[in-house]
């Protein structure tokens, strides 16, 4: 797979657009104390409520793995193997998190959290993240159907750049 400069730049701001929608999404709808990024930076800026059980909470499942996998993709220009790898890749770590919140594996997954994560930014709060994470098999769909739609968007993009290059 190829993707040209022009391509690289508009896959690259529809990824960014993605981050900061999802970020901005966080702020309006997530109490900050409940986010890490967000933490000690900004206080509950709009605090509005989505009912729970609302699509809308999982938007932030679909977009993260979405953002991730089109800069992967535009730093790495990878083969169409390479691709799909990326999108396991990913789709493989953010299941990971999300099935990790689960209260059966919870306690587990917190218990093997090697001692030496303290000290590393991130690292730190992964026994709070699973313990204090909640599971939500909607965000595995949206995970799952994010990683689908990066997939199709990146081969949407060679079939352009090939048609026309």
Not at 59 to 67: G, K, N, R, W
Not at 114 to 120: E, L, M, R, S, V
Not at 151 to 160: D, E, G, M, P, S
Request: aromatic letters at 16%; one cysteine or more.
């Amino acid at each position: 797979m190829v993707i040209d400069g022009r391509s690289g730049w508009i896959l690259s701001g529809v990824a960014t657009g993605s981050l900061l929608t999802g970020g901005i999404f966080y702020l309006l709808f997530r109490s900050s104390s409940t986010v890490y990024f967000l933490a000690d930076i900004f206080l509950d800026a709009g605090n509005y409520s989505i009912s729970s059980g609302n699509i809308l909470n999982s938007m932030p499942s679909f977009l993260h793995v979405y953002a991730f996998i089109l800069l992967t993709a535009v730093v790495l220009n990878p083969s169409r193997t390479g691709l799909i790898l990326i999108c396991f890749g990913w789709m493989g770590v953010e299941l990971f998190f999300e099935i990790g919140q689960h209260p059966f594996l919870a306690q587990s997954l917190t218990d093997w959290v090697p001692a030496w994560f303290a000290g590393f930014p991130y690292l730190e709060v992964a026994s709070t993240y699973f313990l204090s994470g909640t599971f939500d098999p909607v965000d595995v769909l949206f995970i799952i159907i994010g990683a689908a739609a990066a997939l199709l968007t990146l081969y949407k993009v060679q079939h352009w750049e090939v048609s026309h290059g």
